[in-house]
């Protein structure tokens, strides 16, 4: 059967489910997304995305157009109605058709987009080993231009990251800020280790509050290590004694090499491993 998306509040086959060519989301990337986890059935933390979606949206001038229990319903009925156990929500609201110029008032209709389906990972030996990153030119968007805390569809940024992630070989890549700092990866949070601390950077670094670093935050707590949400520099990534990322999609993934530096033993760390030990238990029982 084919896959069913939620979209203008009804399920339609996927290959029913369109959107005007004159929508902003698709002429400017005027709108914001939401990536989620479902584990055995049950969307992950989906309070806290629709916060975030409802705050990325508040900050672009967006009113979605439903309430949150509303939007509650129609994630489940769309992860219900695809059969999906484990697996992958992306939720799109765009700006809606419009003209061709830039005037978000032209724009009526705002599309509500619910995509439920299975979820590639990152293959399991980049688990068992550790990623080797780099750090890329490409600068994260400065807060006062495009805050990267609104998660909007205008991914560009990331994107061009990417590729030269990509180009030197590696899956993910490391940005700094506008001053130099660590800011994050092109779709994963980034955390350190050094001397029995957790460090990450702060959200006025300027990236996205990531809803697997709030938790990664909570699980420290369990394992009573202080976290320190403090500008890191790149030195700090090459003395730690561990890295890791967190994202929705990676969840937890250790990071062994960056800008062909080993960090600490070159294998994934203890700490690490003990968080994403927690983080399994914390999402599938
Ligand atoms: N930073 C960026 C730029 C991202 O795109 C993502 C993934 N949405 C993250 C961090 C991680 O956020 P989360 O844990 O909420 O998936």
């Known amino acids: 059967m084919s896959l069913q998306i939620w979209i203008n509040g009804k399920l339609v086959p996927k290959e ?14 005027d709108g914001v997304f939401e990536g989620l986890r479902v584990y055995n059935g049950k969307v992950f933390r989906l309070e806290d995305h629709l916060e975030r979606l409802w705050d990325s949206a508040q900050a672009i001038w967006l009113e979605i157009p439903m309430d949150v229990p509303e939007l509650v319903n ?21 700006r809606g058709a419009g003209t061709l110029g830039l005037d978000p008032n032209k724009c009526s209709n705002p599309q509500v987009i619910i995509i439920a389906d ?8 980049f688990y068992q080993n550790g990623l080797e990153i780099v ?14 805390r609104i998660k909007s569809l205008n991914y560009l940024n990331n994107i061009l990251a990417k590729i030269e992630g990509m180009q ?3 899956v993910e ?3 700094l800020n506008h001053k130099g700092e660590v800011a994050e990866c092109t779709g994963d949070n ?23 670093r709030q938790v990664v935050i909570e699980l420290a707590a369990k394992l009573k290590l202080p ?59």
């Open 190 to 212: 980034i955390f350190l280790v050094h001397n029995q601390q957790i460090l990450t950077p702060p959200i006025d670094a300027g990236i996205l509050e990531g809803i697997t």
């Open 173 to 175: 890549a490391l940005m």
């Open 16 to 29: 029913d489910a369109t959107i005007s060519v004159y929508d902003h989301g698709l002429l400017y990337g």
């Open 118 to 125: 299975h979820i590639t990972l990152y293959p399991d030996h």
């Open 227 to 285: 976290v320190r949400e403090i500008p890191l520099t790149r030195h700090d990534v090459y003395i730690a004694d561990e890295c890791f990322l967190t994202g929705s999609a990676a969840e937890i993934i250790p990071v062994v090499k960056v800008d062909s530096r080993t960090i600490g033993s070159g294998k994934p760390g203890p700490v690490t491993g003990d968080l994403t030990t927690l983080f399994r238990t914390a999402t599938r029982t």
């Open 74 to 94: 129609a994630v489940n009925e769309t992860v219900r109605a695809n059969g999906i156990q484990d697996g992958y929500v992306r939720l799109v609201v765009t």
């Open 168 to 170: 030197a070989g590696c």
């Open 135 to 148: 750090t890329v030119s490409t600068t994260r968007n400065h807060p006062a231009a495009l805050n990267p």
